[in-house]
DNA sequence: TACTTCTTGTGAACCATTTCACATGGCTTC
DNA sequence: GAAGCCATGTGAAATGGTTCACAAGAAGTA
């Protein structure tokens, strides 16, 4: 038992299967599952057994021996881990191709991300209604940001920009940053910055391909 | 020396760091470099140069010593080492809000993945024109397919529908698909999936927030 | 209560990846 | 053409992540 007060270096790879958990505990719970085995729970993740209780494992003991894991506690504990038991107030900026089909997504609340603010620095953009939030100009993004209390950016600009957003972004207090720019963000060591890039996923996609490489895993 | 033709497993992240270089490497020759020492190249992704030089080991010895590598030649490496110095025929399935996106994105034609087929079940979009691209009706996939010689395919329908078209899509012997749909897909083996789950990104920046993990690299 | 069954939680073993450290060899200068 | 410099390429060591294997606990049964 190694309580969460014990800091103890968390894999990534581990974060990111509690998450695939999750998702698939949102579902068991829809089906109406009770409880689940972690050799369940591995066989529809095409994970071992052993992986699943060792990744749970580093945060409690959740489970109960010859009977499995209690569907809704489990979930309720990983979204504690994860820390998606609350609202994050998220900006996104940037309201153009991929910045509007993400405002569309309602999956996002759902799971506490709350997109509260839009930001673009184009004027027919700027006052537009999407989705109930009008867009704000970009001018007055450290203001706004700050206001409107967000703790997030989603960041949907062109790669030319992003590094002088970010500069700005970090500057209004925000610590967590999606970018979906193609390039390497210089953030200070407190900032956290995820980048999502997809083109990389078709570059793998297109090296499997040539090599016949045999996935273990699909990410 | 380890030549391609010798088969040896290569690691996701040795292909993702590739990934990296190359789009570094194409800004370097933007900037008119000649050469790059590993140094470098590690400076600027966050990496060490015993990293870079040992990805690029597995595929054979690129560089001259005392100099380091010559920018345009090592990029002509990885375009072949990744596939990309080829095009891709590519179909997008699901022409909606993440799918316009995608077939707006002119930087994925640049690479080498042409989007040249759109399929939706949707009769107001089916016909109408997306970038010079005609929306096909789902039922013909199987045959358009085929006629039009796609072996990539990007999803981007709903969930709920997701693991229907992946067995259409698989029967019509396409052999990758760039999944975006928050579900597990069951694919034969032969098959290179691929999932986009920009939720676990953000879920990963939540726990990062909560848990004040220092991150590593990002991603 | 004793016995069986089932599945967790976890050190230890195993395997993969990253980093170290240095011999090697090309390039330049004198 | 010898010497000095520099950065590669790569075995070996170190680190990190996954899987094994089993003791132990909970539930059901008799
Ligand atoms: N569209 C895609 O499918 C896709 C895929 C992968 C990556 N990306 C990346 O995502 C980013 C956005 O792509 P897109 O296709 O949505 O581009 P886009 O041009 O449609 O949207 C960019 C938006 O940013 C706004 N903008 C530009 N400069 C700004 C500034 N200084 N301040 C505030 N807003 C500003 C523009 O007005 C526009 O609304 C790009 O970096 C792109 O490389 C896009
Ligand atoms: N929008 C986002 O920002 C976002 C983010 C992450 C993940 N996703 C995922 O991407 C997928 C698409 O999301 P979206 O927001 O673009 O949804 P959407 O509803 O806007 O688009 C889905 C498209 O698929 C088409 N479609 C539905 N059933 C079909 C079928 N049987 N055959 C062919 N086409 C069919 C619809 O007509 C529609 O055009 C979903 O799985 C979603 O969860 C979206």
């Not at 109960?64 to 809704?72: H, P």
């Not at 506690?73 to 910045?99: D, M, Q």
């Not at 996002?108 to 109930?132: E, T, Y």
């Not at 706004?144 to 002088?164: D, F, G, H, K, R």
């Amino acid at each position: 038992m190694s309580p969460a007060s014990v800091k103890k270096r968390i894999s990534e790879s581990t974060i990111h299967r509690l998450s695939l958990y999750y998702r698939t505990l949102s579902l068991l719970e829809k089906e109406n599952y009770e409880t689940v085995s972690s050799k369940e729970l591995a066989k529809r993740e095409k994970l071992t057994p052993a992986q699943v209780r060792k990744d749970l494992s580093f945060f409690g003991s959740f489970g109960t021996r010859g009977l499995g894991y209690n569907v809704n506690e489990l979930k309720k504990k990983i979204e504690t881990i994860l820390g998606i038991n609350r609202e994050w107030r998220v900006a996104l900026i940037g309201v153009g191709n991929i910045g509007s089909a993400l405002v569309s997504y309602k999956e996002f609340a759902k799971q506490g991300f709350d997109i509260v603010k839009l930001f673009d620095n184009d004027q027919r953009k700027i006052g537009s209604n999407h989705k109930g939030i009008i867009v704000s100009d970009i001018k007055n993004l450290e203001k706004e940001i700050q206001e409107a209390n967000i703790s997030m950016v989603i960041l949907a600009v062109p790669a030319t920009v992003a590094q002088y957003i970010v500069d700005d972004v970090v500057k209004a207090g925000v610590t967590a940053i999606l970018n979906f720019a193609p390039i390497n963000l210089r953030v200070p060591p407190y900032v956290h910055l995820r980048n999502e890039n997809m083109a990389m996923e078709l570059e793998y996609l297109s090296f499997a391909m040539v090599n016949n490489h045999s996935p273990k895993k699909t990410k």
